[in-house]
Structure formats: structure tokens, C-alpha cells
């Protein structure tokens, strides 16, 4: 049996932990009304209770990706309310967009209360320690993604 | 910890009438629990087609005092019921089996959504226990819908289902309105309902807010410190029901509005502050007001791509006052100077209350050089259209004389694409809800079935669909369900033999490269044929001089559908036109004609 690579893979070179945020300096750009702007993103870390539904997972992700915003990191867990679930969810964006994607989640009906955690790198950190701890990836898609 | 809160108007019970428990009875099932729950909620008419995983709900469906009307595709099922809540106001109601049947809604959802329109999908699914199987005609239809819906529903317990149909009916009609679908599984509908519970808690649910004082006055302001506002009316205004409060506002304040597509008929067009629609083949003038404005009170609209054009050019004078009831949408497009949250018909008629007390004291806006300007624009730069170079008849001219001979009381709903624009530049809209059309979708095949459901829902009005030989072949199949459900609407093909709109910018923008948008005949099929074959009334017209004839005798049938092809001129195109992507400053009135603004202020 042929394997496309080497398992487990030799000492495959440790991803490391993205570098801290560097906001950009891109040239001011005058142009209105774009949603995906580059400008002054950081990261956001909020806190969404919702409706312990089935399905309530699929609608959150599906309207990130239906505004096209991109989710950093996503943690889902019970509260002491068996109905009730909390959503982690690390975005990086700007204020604008920040302001736009609660707006859209505020609008979803199972989603109960949305604020902002303080201190979203902390938190971004921690995630990074537990997400970063599984099977290292191997073959392209590893290349690409890093 | 917190540094931000949303507002949490959050209610741990959903409001309306239907509170309390019901007496307890003997238990029905949950199909005659969803029946009941339709009767109790008022739904007269509901748009259907059965299937194995709904055969309980039909079985419970007969003899009840819903109307039920076989459609022919489940398409026309969930456009017919949005043509029904256009015309009325009232929530539409659409019913399909699992898995094809319900993915055959998909588009009408996706339509509704766009265009906020109030319907309630009803789904059946294979048995809860089988999900996840593969089952036969399975298919994740809450999943599938979540992305086009407000929001959407899975139900396996027969004692959810009459408070879950409450509550697609309460999500569907309050707030912004929009389409909301119900899945439930087979097993859940045969299996005895206990109906105790009668809404669902949706704590996430928030309903309307009222308007804060604080943004209308500050709109307020911003008007009356304007040298050049417009009132920009939108779609909101129609579902709001402001079309009172708008033609108020305009009057009182004297400032030219435009009505976009989905808002004709809320501010009357023979009204002389009427500067037309804005908008890719909106009138010069209402581009124009517009686009040279320094402050847009946009009124339940919200900036639609085919209205701003390129929107780092669009309005570059202009501050925005964003009235909407949806808070997502305020700044969603354009910054925004002042955000007022709320339902239009409450938020205008505190505009209008806040505006009396300024004036009254003493507050005195002047916009006579921009009204002057903008009625000049409106007469220098009035819709037209030139006779076809080929001879044929002219589309326009059809169109003019439908609007003309069939009175003020129509409904007209439309296809997409050439004639849909035709239909809403010849033909002057003063009430509301008489021009139903797919605005933000833009769905083809959308004209019959909506045509269907508004002539359900208003039997007495004379309802027209203005139709494209190419979307009536979308959904031609209601004509069907209209024969034999004694539905007497009428349609009119443009029929030029192409796929208009596609083979208009294929002439601009790509060389007459007429890539597959002509249509090999007008003879195939044979419309007026296909009409009678239908048990319609067909008839067909190609000569001007025949045009006010044809429609007359068109008229003069009300017991049976009536189909008419309108053969018209393969080169007609629609002008006024923003080509996509480009400024509104570069309008051509005409082919290569752009038009004088004159000077900037």
C-alpha cells in the first residue's frame, strides 16, 4: 500500500501561534458601504447565549458565512440553564463590522443576549492552547493553511 | 466585564392574542392540532400539494373550513402565497411534503425573504425517527432554509406543533416581516397532540421597538438645516402600511420623493412631488434627486445596488437619515448620519409631529431652488420610448394601454426582466399594493403565481400579470389550478420571442453576442393554444391598432382565466439605464444619450 505521505509524518515543523495583531496601515480608502474593509480590525471575543436547540450551531455559522464574515474561533457549551447554551465566538474585524454582525445575530431568533468579553486576546490565547493540542496536519491542505 | 450590551427588549412570552391554555378536550392529533391552529390563527386560503409525509395533514385538511387550492409545482404554491400577502397584508400560506416538495419552495422562500414579504411555509417530513436515514423524500429543509427564511422550524412533538405555527405566524407578521418555515415530522402529526401549550417562549424574539424621540429629532434637524433632501421610499413603507403617513410627511415638508420598485403605489406617481423611481432603470429625475441631494431620508428602503449604483460615487453630497425597522439595516450599506429604529407608519408620524413643532416655532427650511430644479429635470427628461425600427409593436405601448384601459382598482404583478421594468414605468401606480413584483430575488416565473394568489386573496380586483414570453414558461402551470379553481386572473406576454433583459445587455456590454438568449420562434409553444389547452381564454395580438381591442375583450372575461401574446419587437429596449457597476451620474436617458444636470449648487 502506497501512502500519499509518510504516517505518522516525520517531526513535522510546529506550527506556531500566529503573531499578535498588527493592526494595518492600508492607505485610507474614501469608498462607502463595503462590507470585508481591511481597515483597523481587531479581535473580538463574544459571549451569545442561546436556545439550546438542535440546529442553533448550524444557524449561527451559516450566517457568518452568509455575511461574509469569517469566525476565528467558536466554543459551545451548556449553562446552568438546561435550555440555555453559550457561544464563544472570536471574530476579527473591524468596529463597523463588529457593529454589523451583532446587529445580524441580535436578529436570530434563538439568539438570547450578545456582549463582548473583555480582553479577546486572552481569551484567543487560551482557545489557541486547547484547539492547538490535536494531530498535527499533514500534506497540502497543512501547507496551505500555514 | 462587559463592554457592550445589546438592548435586551427580550419577552419571555411572545405577545398576541393567544395566550392561556385551551379547554381541555378530547385529544386530536397533531395534524388536526395543526388545522385548528390555522382555523383559530384566521387563514382562509392556504396553497398546496400533498405528498406522502403530509397525507395525515390532509387527511385532517378535509372537510375543513380553510380554503386549500391544489397548485400545480410547489413554486407556485409559495409565490401565490406571497402574492397573496402583497396584495392583502395578511400572512400567506404555503404547504408542501418532504424533500422535493419542500426544496421546490426554496426559491419563493429566498424571494420572500428579500422582499419581506409575511408567509408561513408548512412542511412535511419523513418520521422523526427515521431522520438521518436517508429516508425516502428526506431532506433537511430547516437546514436547507436557514440562510433564506426569518426563521425555520423542525417539530417531532406533536404538543409543539400548534405553538410552533403560532409563532411562524407571529415571527412572520411582526418585526420585518418575512417568510418562516414549519418542518413537521409524519410521526409528530399522526400521533395524539396535546395542545396546552399554545406560543413558544422565544426569549431570543424581539418585537418593534418605538422610535427613540431623541433620533427624530435629530432627523428633524438635519431636514430643516437641508438645502437639498429627498424623501427615499422603500418597500418598508408598504408592509407598514405608511402610505398616509408618507404622502403627510411630503406634503407637509414639500420635499420631492422617489418611491423605489417595491414601493410603487405607496406615494402616488400623478402626485407633483413625485420624481419617479431611482435606480438602474429608474426616471432621470429620480436618479437625479437622488444622486444631487444633500440629505436622504431613506423611509423603510435600503440601498439596494440597483438604486445606489457604484456606491463609492453614489449621493456624494449626501448625509443619510435611515428610518427602518430592522436595526441590521441601518449603516448596513452607507454610513449613516441618523438612525431612527422603528416601524415606519409610527416613526413618520413622529417626523410629522416633530416637524409641526419646529415650524411652528418658527423654523423655516427653504428648498424652492431645489424643488424648482428638480420638477425642471422631471420635465426636461420625461419616460418614453421610440416606434421599434423593425415595424413591430411596440412593448411600451402595450404595456401604457393595459395600465390605461384597466382602470386605477388593478393588481398588476410581474415577471422579471424587461417587462417587469416596462410595467413599472408605463403604468402609474396612486395606491399601494396594486404592483407586485420579484424586487430583490428577481425571480423569473414569479408573475402567474402571484398573480393567482392576489386574485384569491382580493377576488374582486381585476389582477393582471405582465409577463415575459420567457418566465410565463417558468410557471405557465398555474394557469391550471386557475381554470379549475375558478381563478380568473389575466396575463399578458410581452412576448419577443428572447430572453429580454439578458439579450438587451448583451447588445450594450458584449458585442451583440446574442448568446443563447433568442429564442428560436414565437411559435413554439403557441401561447394562446397552450392558453386554451388550459381552459383559458387565449388570445393574441401583434398589430398596434389592435392593442386597445385585444385588451378590452380581455376584460370583458371574468369566469375564466385570459391569456393574451402580445407579440412585440425583438428590439426594444428599456431605458433609462445606470449600466451595472457604473455612477448614477452617468445615466443615459437613451441609447448614448446622457443627460444635463446643469450646475451643482
Request: hydrophobic letters at 40%; one cysteine or more.
Amino acid at each position: 500500500m502506497t501512502l500519499l505521505s509518510d504516517y505518522p509524518p516525520h517531526d513535522p515543523a510546529v506550527p506556531t501561534a500566529a503573531p499578535a495583531y498588527q493592526p494595518h496601515t492600508a492607505p485610507h480608502d474614501p469608498t462607502k458601504g463595503t462590507t470585508m474593509s481591511n481597515d483597523a480590525r481587531t479581535r473580538h471575543a463574544l459571549s451569545v447565549l442561546v436556545e439550546n436547540n438542535p440546529g442553533v450551531l448550524a444557524r449561527v455559522s451559516v450566517l457568518f458565512a452568509r455575511r461574509n464574515f469569517n469566525i476565528d474561533h467558536l466554543v459551545v457549551g451548556p449553562t446552568e440553564d438546561n435550555k440555555v447554551s453559550r457561544m464563544t465566538i472570536v471574530v476579527n474585524v473591524n468596529a463597523e463590522q463588529l457593529h454589523k454582525v451583532t446587529n445580524q445575530l441580535d436578529k436570530l431568533v434563538e439568539v438570547i443576549h450578545i456582549e463582548e468579553l473583555e480582553d479577546a486576546d486572552a481569551i484567543r490565547t487560551q482557545l489557541w492552547q486547547i484547539n492547538d493540542n490535536g494531530p498535527r496536519p499533514v500534506g497540502a491542505m497543512a501547507a496551505a493553511a500555514f | 466585564m462587559t463592554t457592550t450590551h445589546i438592548p435586551d427588549g427580550a419577552t419571555t412570552t411572545a405577545p398576541g392574542d393567544t395566550g392561556g391554555a385551551s379547554v381541555g378536550a378530547e385529544l386530536r392529533t397533531g395534524a388536526e392540532a395543526l388545522v385548528g391552529t390555522l382555523e383559530r390563527l384566521g387563514v382562509e386560503h392556504v396553497f398546496g400539494l400533498p405528498g406522502g409525509a403530509v397525507l395525515p395533514l390532509y387527511d385532517a385538511l378535509y372537510g375543513a373550513s380553510v380554503r386549500h387550492i391544489l397548485v400545480r409545482h410547489e413554486q407556485g404554491a409559495g409565490h401565490a402565497a406571497q402574492g397573496y400577502a402583497a396584495a392583502t397584508g395578511k400572512v400567506g400560506v404555503c404547504l408542501a411534503t418532504s424533500g422535493p416538495g419542500a426544496t421546490n419552495l426554496v426559491t419563493a422562500l429566498a424571494d420572500a425573504n428579500m422582499d419581506s414579504v409575511p408567509i408561513v411555509a408548512i412542511t412535511g417530513n419523513v418520521a422523526s425517527t427515521a431522520i438521518g436515514s436517508d429516508a425516502f423524500q428526506e431532506a433537511d429543509i430547516r437546514s436547507i432554509s436557514m440562510p433564506v427564511t426569518k426563521h425555520s422550524f423542525l417539530v417531532t412533538r406533536p404538543e409543539e406543533i400548534a405553538a410552533t405555527v403560532s409563532s411562524a405566524f407571529h415571527i412572520a407578521a411582526t418585526g420585518r416581516p418575512g417568510p418562516v418555515l414549519v418542518d413537521v415530522t409524519k410521526d409528530a402529526l399522526v400521533a395524539a397532540a396535546d395542545e396546552t401549550m399554545l406560543q413558544l417562549p422565544m426569549p431570543g424574539y424581539r418585537t418593534p421597538t418605538v422610535p427613540s424621540p431623541e433620533a427624530v429629532r435629530d432627523a428633524v434637524e438635519l431636514m430643516l438645516g437641508a438645502r437639498r433632501p429627498v424623501l427615499y421610499v422603500g418597500g418598508g413603507c408598504l408592509r407598514a402600511n405608511a402610505s398616509e403617513e408618507v404622502r403627510q410627511l411630503a406634503e407637509l415638508t414639500g420635499i420631492p420623493v422617489v418611491t423605489t420598485l417595491m414601493a410603487r403605489g405607496v406615494f402616488p406617481d400623478s402626485h407633483p412631488q413625485h420624481m419617479g423611481m431611482p435606480g438602474m432603470h429608474g426616471s432621470v429625475s429620480g436618479v437625479a434627486t437622488l444622486q444631487k441631494s444633500d440629505l436622504i431620508i431613506s423611509l423603510g428602503a435600503r440601498f439596494d445596488d440597483r438604486v445606489t449604483g457604484a456606491k463609492d460615487t453614489f449621493a456624494p453630497k449626501a448625509q443619510i437619515v435611515h428610518v427602518d425597522i430592522d436595526p441590521s439595516e441601518i449603516g448596513k450599506n452607507f454610513p449613516t448620519a441618523v438612525g431612527v429604529v422603528g416601524d415606519a407608519r409610527a416613526a413618520i408620524a413622529m417626523l410629522v409631529t416633530e416637524w409641526t413643532r419646529r415650524t411652528a416655532a418658527g423654523a423655516a427650511p427653504d428648498y424652492e431652488r431645489w424643488i424648482a430644479k428638480s420638477l425642471g429635470w422631471k420635465r426636461r427628461y420625461p419616460l418614453g420610448y421610440d416606434a421599434p425600427s423593425d415595424g413591430a409593436l411596440a412593448p411600451q405601448l402595450v404595456i401604457e394601454r393595459l395600465g390605461a384601459i384597466s382602470g386605477p382598482d388593478t393588481i398588476f404583478a410581474a415577471g422579471v426582466g424587461q417587462h417587469q421594468m416596462w410595467a413599472s414605468q408605463f403604468i402609474g401606480y396612486d395606491q399601494p399594493r396594486h404592483w407586485l413584483n420579484s424586487g430583490g430575488l428577481g425571480t423569473m416565473g414569479y408573475a402567474v403565481p402571484a398573480a393567482m394568489g392576489a386574485k384569491v386573496g382580493r377576488p374582486d380586483a381585476t389582477v393582471w400579470a405582465i409577463d415575459g414570453d420567457g418566465c410565463f414558461q417558468m410557471t405557465n402551470q398555474e394557469l391550471a389550478t386557475c381554470s379549475v379553481e375558478g381563478i380568473p386572473i389575466k396575463v399578458a406576454i410581452i412576448n419577443n420571442a428572447a430572453l429580454g433583459m439578458v439579450k438587451q445587455w448583451q447588445a450594450l456590454f458584449y458585442s451583440e453576442r446574442f448568446s443563447h438568449s433568442q429564442l428560436p420562434s414565437m411559435q413554439v409553444p403557441d401561447f394562446a393554444t397552450l392558453a386554451t389547452a388550459y381552459g383559458c381564454v387565449g388570445l393574441r395580438c401583434d398589430r398596434a391598432a389592435d392593442v386597445d381591442a385585444t385588451i378590452e375583450r380581455a376584460m370583458e372575461v371574468d369566469d375564466q382565466p385570459v391569456v393574451v401574446d402580445f407579440r412585440v419587437s425583438q428590439d426594444a429596449m428599456v431605458w433609462p439605464m445606470v449600466a451595472a457597476g457604473t455612477s448614477n451620474d452617468d445615466i443615459q436617458h437613451a441609447r448614448d444619450v446622457r443627460p444635463d444636470f446643469g450646475e451643482d449648487e
